[in-house]
């Protein structure tokens, strides 16, 4: 069936580079995405990518997906304080839904 | 305004009792969603809706039941709350394509004691 998997918890110092990493089964996903959830908040979409594309760039933010291997990160580069979010990564289903991972817990040190 | 208005935003209650989430939005989108959210799960879909005449189970809807009252409105009703329903509850809509992503609702917690 559809599933998105990715790790549960990365932790960064900040000023450097973070990279979420997720795979995903559903080879006919046209589009894929990554949401941000700030504590207390609720998913808020940070940025798309349609599947015959292998990278999109939006200022901190650089997205690659590798269909081959069903496989799509997320780089926040220069990474602050607030940053410290749950990232999901998700899928559009063959049913026109959208299908989420279990998120990526990212915390900043210091 | 938010795009998405949930109410209430947290709700404890007794097992057995009935509850009502409500979900309102001003996007003027077809589609409507309700979503579970539980640590290390992610989120899994409840139910949802395409129009107002349109409803359909996802991958957990046992004990819970929906109503889209409007092209606005979809509320989520647990018939006889228990403790393992005791989660983050989010509404979420959608255009017709529903392929440039999803707008959330701020959620709401709800407890069952």
């Known amino acids: 069936g559809e599933d998105v998997e990715q790790s549960l918890f990365l932790s960064v110092r900040e000023g450097d580079s973070s990279v979420i990493n997720c795979t995903y089964t559903d080879s006919s996903s046209t589009y894929l995405y990554w949401y941000k959830q700030e504590p207390g908040a609720g998913l808020q979409l940070l940025t798309y990518?349609?599947?015959?594309?292998d990278m999109k760039q939006d200022q901190r933010l650089t997205v690659l997906l590798n269909k081959k291997d069903k496989h799509l990160s997320l780089r926040i580069a220069d990474t602050q304080t607030g940053d410290s979010a749950i990232y999901f990564c998700?899928?559009?289903?063959?049913?026109?839904?959208?299908?989420f991972g279990s998120g990526t817990r990212l915390s900043i040190r210091p | 305004d938010a795009d998405v208005t949930q109410t209430p935003r947290n709700r404890i209650t007794k097992t057995g009792k009935r509850i009502m989430l409500e979900c309102s939005q001003t996007k003027g989108h077809d589609r409507m969603y309700w979503y579970r959210q539980d640590p290390g799960l992610g989120l899994r879909l409840i139910y949802y809706?395409?129009?107002?005449?349109?409803?359909n189970k996802g991958e957990i809807s046992d004990g819970y039941s929906v109503s889209r009252q409007a092209q606005a409105k979809f509320s989520l009703s647990l018939e006889s709350a228990i403790p393992n329903q005791t989660a983050l509850y989010f509404c979420?809509?959608?255009?017709?394509?529903?392929?440039?992503?999803?707008?959330f609702g701020s959620g709401t917690r709800l407890t069952v004691v």
């Open positions: 990518i349609f599947s015959n594309m």
């Open positions: 809706s395409f129009d107002v005449k349109d409803i």
């Open positions: 979420a809509t959608s255009d017709q394509q529903g392929n440039y992503g999803y707008t």
């Open positions: 998700a899928e559009t289903s063959s049913a026109s839904k959208i299908i």
